[in-house]
């Protein structure tokens, strides 16, 4: 993923992923790092998302 596929997923998916993080930490501090470190990791991992595929998914799986 570079740069402009992360700010389009942020804007596409941003609020769904951040309430998982939510209900995965429970706590809106922790949420927030995860949610953080779910884009970094996406970021360092190079991948491009096929968006005629399922790139939510993906974006679930690495937040997982």
Do not use: H
Not at 25 to 50: G, I, N, P, R, V
Request: charged share 35%; glycine share 4%.
């Amino acid at each position: 993923m570079d740069a402009r596929e992360i700010e389009k997923c942020i804007d596409e998916f941003g609020t769904d992923i951040y309430r998982f993080c939510l209900k995965l930490c429970m706590d809106k501090s922790e949420a927030e790092d995860l949610y953080q470190q779910t884009f970094l990791k996406a970021l360092e991992m190079e991948w491009t998302l096929d968006w005629g595929q399922n790139p939510k998914a993906l974006v679930f799986f690495i937040d997982s």
